[in-house]
């Protein structure tokens, strides 16, 4: 029996593990690198790069809804004017009485939500109609911008301008106005609407975003109202003042990242509206606007934290696991030396055991021929009937003893490989024949009737092993009849298979004896095993037999059955 084993390791094996061992961890570390290299770039691409390019869509949105709401004033307010402009044709007519303008003025007044009171002066100033009350105001407006450009010769339809404080009851207002035509064209006076900065805003606050706030502001940099409304800022300089003015002076939109006196980054943009006159500031905080972006960055940062621990744990198990697997390596290297050793012990022993049966079994068959050839010619001398029984017997019992000593010779070559199957052409009959003579003379004396039988498809002649077929086949059939008493014993042969080059064949040998139980059968290729302690004592034998049979069907390619 032989061990394959890994050769002892050398110096220079120890040398190449250790610098394996140190590329290893030299891989690692550069893994690590490389995942850290990777995850620090794109969360540094995350951050400034996909930074701007979200400051710059929080931009766009927050542009676009500036849009909405400048274009939202702006409508109201040129509204407004076009109101003016009906009621200042229809009052140029003069059709109307001082009454029946002041209803018409009241009831355009109550029409318009954004508008407060409706007035119109003359070209000298006065306000000679009034919807707060039949009895106008005596109050001069003559130096109100709005009805300075109109008498100057202004162009517009219709002109917007403030805050101002009204001269009546002081509050802060803006002032929408058209002129009034004679029936000649010239203009005889100003028709101005009033109204209040909270009102123009109020529909924007309605739909603004609670974080954001909005500034109007004339081209003055004046503060008309913000969102939210703070009445006491009114007509003060404007928040944002510079922005808007940029805007206006554009004639479009300007937006700026800028620091409030919080420390709170805003998002600032401006639009100009109504030809310059307003500018509409909206503004909104940046951790807002980028309320969605920022969980993105964290969720990136965790998850690049996470990825990097993942990287590290990987490299740990797998070093740990590389630590195991080296250690693992080394016991079994000293448990595959130990096995090599016992293994060399154990082939040698085996060899001495195989070589002591040959020799042994060698040395003692050559007297045992001896013996049994001079008993077989004290046999032909003149001895009594008690003397010839002795001389059956002992020559019966070295006979008995030459088998068990062929048998254990056969056995030691076989476990010493030393057995060889030869390839020549012999008789199948021929060696059926041979078969049936020596079975009946081993079947003499029972009541056993001896069977051959032989399938008519067997080829006639075939190559293999005609000594060990002859072999086997005896020592089967020898058990059949050593083991029947009565009935009978059939030796047989059929082809299974053939092809070009191989046939298959099958010998049975049946009989009528014992019988084995499951237990019996499964140890019964055993070495040195029988059925039971009381078959070697009644029927003698070594237990050899049927091991060497199946060693031997094996060495031809072929299988032993029950």
Known sequence: MSVNNPAPESANG????????MNKRLVMGALLVLVAAILIGFNLYVRIVLDARAVQSAFSDLNAMLKSYSDQFEQ?????????????????????????????????????????????????GNIILSSRSPKPPKVNVKDNASIAYFMNGGTDPWYFDGPYQSRIDGTWQVLVSAPVHDANGAVNGVIGAVIDPETILEPLQRVMLPDDSLVLMNDRSELIGTIPFDGRAVGNKAQFSRLGAKSIAAGGAAYELRTDAGGNQLLVSARSVLGGKVSVVLTRPLSQALKGWQLFELASLIASVVLFLLAVMGCGVFAYYDVLQRRNFNQLSLLNKKIREEADKVEELAQVKTNFLANMSHEIRTPMNAIIGLLHLLGYTSLTADQREYVRKISDSGKFLLGIIDDILTYSKIEAGKVKIEQTIFSVQEIMNSLSTIMSVNSAGKDIEVLIAVGESVPRHIIGDPFRLQQILINLSGNAIKFTNRGEVLISVELLRKDRERIELEFEVRDSGIGMDEEQVANLFTPFQQADTSTSRKYGGTGLGLSICHRLTELMDGEISV
Request: hydrophobic share 45%; proline share 0%.
């Open 14 to 21: 120890s040398i190449a593990k250790a610098s394996l061992a």
């Open 76 to 124: 109201r307010t040129r509204l407004s004017g076009t109101v003016l402009i009906g009621l200042a044709d229809k009052l140029g007519s003069e059709q109307f009485s001082s009454r029946e303008g002041y209803i018409l003025l009241r009831q355009a007044a109550e029409s318009l939500e954004l508008i407060r009171v409706l007035g119109v002066a003359n070209k000298e």
